[in-house]
């Protein structure tokens, strides 16, 4: 996501600013100023191994699979349960180099973001015959690419004078125009899969859901605010007031829908996979833009969700058409939840929610993709960790609101966790099964722009 890109890695700005913890430890004494110093160049050191591995190995491929040291073209499989329609001829489009600009930025290494910048200008091109996730694409590809162009053009000038001449604005230009065919329905929601040269496909699904159609509006409404182009947020935001039009009498959305019709098809939802973005992208939307319509929906919104998921520090899942449970579960993208109420001042809430999650972070070591709360057990079949960023996220969040040093003990433990579990010689793998650390062969491309990265910007760290 935009925000994501040019403002996360909320666990590393949370172990290796100085200013962060220059204000709340004024007086700590020599032995924990040389900790923090530990941390930092551990956690500096925990990115470029991801990074390097990945550029060794599997650049200019999509990510890297750290286990056999090779690499997979996965921007098609995104989003691809079944992994239907793959591309025969699709190559990559470097998408961990994309997501991976930012934080090069953050941790100061403007010489490798100027030359990843000048390598992607002559080398990325979108008009490949691939099948992609359109809300994968915006936040993965679209997002990196505003992200980085922002970071290229801002006014501390990164690059040498002359080197840049906007080449990521015009590429992300281009690939918001493929995103343009996936818009035209009856309803103005758009399709969940577009083929990027040639638009939508023959008998495509209709199916998508509330967080492919409601999570756009960020990367589309700025890619219209530096290009000068509005139908980019025109659509995204006839989408998502379509979407908000099929909320429930009691403010609720379901998980999927069908966008030739505007009908729902499944009624069920929460604040977890399938819906969490929307609920993200509401209230940074109105911090981005200041339209108060975003901050009115939003708010509505999460009156409901308050009303008829939480159940103590915990989210259920509701039916949204009368708000009576259906699934009792936690899922690790809902953890993102307690960032998103410290935006809204509801740090209280935030801090109930998140020391649960960290418990279970603790009982496994890192966070289950599915945890059955009605039963306390894990789910049989998604025991799965992919290096996933939500926690961290929140706990740097809660930190800032807090300053209490608890979160950054909750930061080392992160740490720790990864470095323990998840690293292997050739970069850091995704856990396949939480019970017994089993590893799955992939290094997802998010965990350099998110769990990994850092928005610290001290240039010292590179």
Not at 61 to 84: A, I, R, V, W, Y
Not at 101 to 124: H, K, M, P, Q
Not at 400 to 407: C, E, H
Request: net charge negative; aromatic share 12%; hydrophobic share 40%.
């Amino acid at each position: 996501m935009l925000f994501r890109n040019i403002g996360t890695c909320f666990l590393l700005i949370l172990l290796i600013s100085p200013t962060i913890f220059s204000s709340a430890f004024s007086n700590v004494d020599i032995r924990w100023a040389a900790k923090k110093r530990h941390m930092r160049e551990k956690v500096r050191k925990m990115f470029y191994h991801a990074y390097d591995n990945y550029m060794t190995h599997a650049f200019p491929h999509d990510e890297l699979k750290p286990l056999t040291k090779t690499f997979t073209d996965s921007l098609s499989e995104l989003g691809n349960l079944n992994l239907e329609h793959l591309p025969q001829d699709y190559n990559g489009s470097a998408l961990t180099l994309v997501e991976s600009l930012s934080s090069l930025v953050i941790l100061g290494n403007n010489t490798e973001f100027e030359r990843a910048v000048l390598w992607l200008s002559e080398n990325l091109a979108f008009d490949v015959d691939a099948r992609v996730n359109l809300f994968e694409c915006n936040i993965r590809v679209l997002g990196g690419l505003l992200s980085a162009h922002l970071l290229a053009t801002d006014s501390t000038s990164r690059l040498v004078k002359g080197a840049y001449s906007n080449q990521l604005l015009l590429l992300a230009e281009d690939l918001g125009q493929r995103f343009l065919r996936a818009f035209g329905t009856p309803t103005g929601l758009p399709y969940a899969w577009i083929n990027l040269k040639y638009g939508v496909m023959e008998n495509e699904t209709t199916e998508t859901s509330t967080s492919g159609c409601g999570s756009l509006i960020l990367e589309m409404g700025v890619l219209s605010r530096l290009t000068g182009d509005p139908r980019f947020e025109s659509a995204a935001l006839r989408a998502l007031r379509k979407l908000w039009s099929m909320r429930s009498s009691l403010n609720l959305l379901g998980t999927t829908l069908d966008v030739a019709t505007g009908d729902w098809i499944e009624f069920s939802s929460g604040i977890g996979a399938g819906v969490d973005s929307f609920y993200e992208y509401l209230i940074k939307a109105y911090v981005l833009f200041g339209n108060d319509e975003f901050w009115r929906m939003f708010h509505a919104a999460y009156i409901a969700v308050q009303k008829y998921f939480r159940h103590g520090p915990w989210y259920h899942e509701a039916d949204m058409r009368t708000g009576k449970a259906t699934y009792w579960q936690l899922t690790s993208l809902q953890a993102f939840w307690p960032g998103l109420q410290v935006l809204v001042g509801d740090v209280a809430s935030a801090n109930s929610s998140h020391r649960e999650f960290f418990h279970v972070w603790e009982r496994f070591g890192v966070l289950p993709e599915r945890y059955l709360l009605d039963h306390q057990m894990l789910h049989p079949t998604e025991k799965y960790y992919p290096l996933r960023p939500e926690l961290a996220e929140s706990t740097f969040y809660l930190y800032q609101a807090t300053k209490d040093p608890w979160y950054i003990e909750v930061g080392q433990s992160i740490v720790k966790s990864l470095n323990l579990y998840t690293k292997v010689e050739g970069g850091f793998a995704s856990i396949k099964d939480v019970t017994t650390k089993q590893l799955e062969d992939h290094q997802h491309s998010f965990f350099l722009a998110e769990t990994g990265s850092s928005v610290s910007g001290n240039k010292s760290l590179a």
